[in-house]
């Protein structure tokens, strides 16, 4: 069995993003992100990227970090914290625009640019203020009964970025938490897909660590992986880890002044992967 | 009957909106709406289903605010089969709202202006999709003017103003169950899909409802009272659903 090497670490892959790029990010809420891939996009020069993201942390991390010009979203959250901080800075202050959905209809922009449709019809945002925070998307009338849909537009990503909990060096990948979220989706939307990993396992593993089923990610929709341990920190990647609410809170308390960022930054952000993981267990 | 909290009325008319509705996922957010919900599956519509708050439907009454809650599995639900729920049809959710007006348009997006909001808030989450597949129901633990206002900043679930302007066929789905307040409970049955005063918790007064509304109400000449708990479901609340009185905390008893 000779699989591709696609093995890559976190700097190649943020070599791979250029600025003013569209990234979605998989993973929802504050769950299972990669956040080890969120992080060493803070410490590039990155800029004027476009967030195509089920939001928590890494929408509020970026957007705080200046790499963002612009957030496709629905919710932006950390789940026990309802309202993601820097993300409402963000917003308030103007520093960032958004396009304005709803989940379902976020769904809709990832499967039909996964199955390479430029559109889907949906009833979902009919009546509410979607369409007028959204002007250029179009309503299309069905040929058999002429009920109007809204039509969704295909969302347009250049690089996805997801964590998984195992994956092989070929790129499958495997979840071992409830819900697989929207990452498969995420990858076949996007030109480039790249997976972190809590760990690099033998292909011949996966069937002892879960069922066939957990193993949603195929090699055939992704261009790289990195074994990140402790990689989606601190959101939630049961059940390898839970989220650490205490870190949580100590970066949503870093969104209340200029001081207090500089110096979650320095101690967190400002140093390698390795560093920050070390920084974590300390404490 | 036993003395009751402000809280416990809430739970009740909760409990209430999701009575005779069938089998179908019961889909209540915030405390007290899970605590109703799932007092209703327990007593008097056992067919409810229910999720554990994430990606399982769970068959057993679980308690709220405890840490690994026993599970009794019927059903895988990740969001991406939820939204396959949603669309299918068969699903009361009862959402949150930090705005609501007279049609029962929600917003809990943002208030200020969509290109530039004053408070960015959770966003339009699922409400557009919810309101326009889905019976919808609404909680406002905090009825004020403030909550309860003339016309919402931004429109994330549709109320009936909307769907008059929409085709018959793409607002076939769409229909407003009730709006639960910290004060009384309100509906929309009216020839123009306004908010009715359905009915007030016990200690409130209509003139308070109507001093803490900031659009006219339609109120008949005689408006009932938020029904009281049976013993059976109090001691549900208290021992089983909400040990820990979460409730209180969402809804303070008034001094």
């Not at chain 2, 599995?73 to 959402?95: E, K, Q």
């Not at chain 2, 609501?100 to 290109?115: E, H, P, S, T, Y």
Request: aromatic share 8%; hydrophobic share 40%.
């Amino acid at each position: 069995m000779a699989l591709p090497d696609k093995r890559l670490t976190i700097d190649e892959i943020v070599a791979e993003i250029q600025d003013g790029m569209t990234i979605g990010v998989g993973g929802w809420g504050s769950r299972r992100k990669p956040m080890a891939l969120v992080r060493a996009l803070v410490r590039s020069d990155k800029k004027d990227l476009t967030v195509v993201s089920y939001g928590g942390p890494d929408v509020g991390l970026l957007c705080r970090a200046g790499k963002v010009r612009h957030v496709v979203y629905a919710f932006v959250s950390l789940d026990t914290i309802p309202l993601e901080p820097h993300f409402r800075n963000a917003r308030q202050s103007g520093a960032v625009s958004a396009t304005e959905l709803d989940e379902g209809m976020f769904l809709l922009g990832l499967q039909a640019a996964a199955w390479r449709m430029p559109f889907l019809p949906t009833r979902v945002g009919l009546g509410s203020d979607i369409i007028a925070a959204n002007p250029h998307m179009q309503t299309v009338e069905c040929p058999y009964t002429t009920e109007k849909f809204l039509a969704m537009p295909a969302f347009d990503i250049d690089v996805a970025l997801i964590h998984m909990h195992r994956g092989d060096l070929g790129g499958n990948g495997q979840y071992l938490n409830v819900d697989p979220y929207f990452d498969d989706l995420f990858c076949m939307a996007a030109s480039k897909s790249f997976m972190s990993v809590e760990k690099v396992v033998p292909t011949e593993q996966f069937l002892s660590e879960g069922p066939v089923q957990s193993l949603r990610i195929s090699r055939l929709m992704v261009n790289g992986v990195v074994e990140t341990p402790n990689g989606a920190h601190f959101t939630e990647c049961p059940p390898d880890y839970a989220r650490d609410e205490a870190f949580q809170k100590e970066y949503a308390a870093s969104a209340k002044s200029d001081e207090a960022w500089a110096t979650f930054r320095a101690k967190y952000l400002d140093v390698s992967e390795a560093e920050y993981q070390s920084q974590v267990g300390a404490r | 009957m036993s003395p009751y909290s402000r809280a416990e009325a809430c739970c009740i008319a909760v409990a209430e909106a999701f009575r005779d509705n069938g089998e179908i996922l019961a889909n209540p957010i915030g405390t007290i709406p899970m605590i109703g919900g799932r007092l209703a599956k327990a007593t008097f519509a056992p067919d409810l289903v229910m999720t554990d708050g994430e990606a399982l439907l769970v068959e057993n009454i679980m308690p709220v605010g405890t840490d690994s809650p026993e599970k009794v599995v019927g059903s895988w639900n990740p969001y991406r089969s939820m939204f396959d729920i949603v669309w299918n049809g068969p699903r009361h959710v009862m959402m949150g709202a930090t705005q609501i007006d007279r049609f029962g348009n929600q917003n809990i997006a943002m208030l200020g202006k969509l290109d530039k909001p004053t408070v960015q808030l959770l966003g339009f989450r699922g409400a557009p999709g919810n309101t326009i597949n889905n019976r919808t129901s609404y909680w406002v633990p905090n009825h004020s003017p403030k909550s309860f206002v003339a016309k919402v900043d931004v429109v994330s679930g549709v109320g009936y103003d909307r769907t008059r302007d929409l085709d018959e066929l793409s607002a076939r789905f769409h229909g407003l169950g009730w709006v639960i307040s910290n004060l009384g409970v309100f509906d929309f049955e009216t020839p123009d899909g306004a908010m009715r005063l359905r009915s007030v918790h016990p200690g409130v007064s209509v003139e308070e409802i109507k001093s803490a509304t900031g659009f006219d109400l339609v109120i008949d000449a005689t408006v009932a009272e938020t029904r009281a708990p049976t013993a059976t479901e109090l001691e549900w609340i208290r021992t089983r659903i909400d040990p820990n009185s979460s409730r209180d905390s969402e809804v303070p008893n008034p001094a």
